[in-house]
């Protein structure tokens, strides 16, 4: 990472997407297609397919214990699937737990890898082969930098929100809004129903926020050795090593905003939607009578 940052101008280069194919460059409009961002989500769906069916596959040697009994990889795995489920979901779903454990394992994973995998370095290992092809940047970036990819995240989110608040408890989940008296009570359900909205945006916002900031902070720290050693060879040099140093602790650090912030996005999704489907029985019934 340090020799591509090293390398790197502007520090925004290595946060900001470039377009691999895109349409309509002569319309208003510029439809992206395929971008690094785009290319770094399908790698990391890619590798969710190949190693969770393998790590969650049942052994076929020894005695029924034993098959059953998980070890390795798979251990590991069921680990953060059981905390998920009993101490993140679970308080905030109750009995809808297993309704909706499905998308909230696939986005803290999904969430994970894409964080994780923006840290490599893999701009100087890919350009090479994208020269061959008369390519001129390589594949790099973190996916969850980008606010589109973000609000494609927080955005089904919502969905789940909206969608199982209305199948759930019909207009009992509408009628949950207007709290209190008339007309205090449009003004309240107005606001909920904007809160419902900006809830999401903060998720987005949230992730979005917390990836890039490491990023530029690494770029920016890395490019004072440039502006030393502009100036003087040995001041380069007796900047670099605290740079350096600071700049692992700081890839260290980054490696554990990764994992936390896909928790984080996920135990918020788990709250939001626990407030769309624990509502007050009284309303629910509302719903169903109507």
Known sequence: ???FLASTENPLTHVVDYPWWQLGKSWPFTFTILSNHVIMMILAAALLLVVLPRAFRRLTTGNEVEQLTP????NFFELICDF??????????????????PFLWTAFFFIAVCNMIGL?????????????????????????SNIFVTAALAFCTF??????GLKLHGLGYVRHFFMGPFPI???????EMIGVVVKCFALA???????????ILLAILVGFIGMAGAAHAMLGFLVAVPVVLGSVAITLMELFVALLQA???????????GLAVNIHPEHAEDGHKA
């Open 205 to 215: 916002i949230r992730l979005f926020a917390n990836m890039v900031a490491g990023h």
């Open 1 to 3: 990472m340090t020799f």
């Open 263 to 273: 928790y984080i996005f996920t135990f918020l999704s788990a709250v939001f939607i």
């Open 120 to 144: 490599l370095p893999l701009e100087p290992i890919t350009l090479p082969i994208i020269k061959y092809f008369n390519g001129t940047h390589g594949v790099y970036g973190t996916a969850t």
């Open 84 to 101: 998920l489920r009993h101490y993140v979901v679970q308080p905030q779903l109750g009995p809808y737990t297993d309704r909706f454990m």
């Open 159 to 164: 969905c789940m929100i909206v969608y199982n």
């Open 71 to 74: 070890r390795g990889a798979r």
């Open 185 to 191: 009570n449009i003004l309240i359900a107005f606001l």
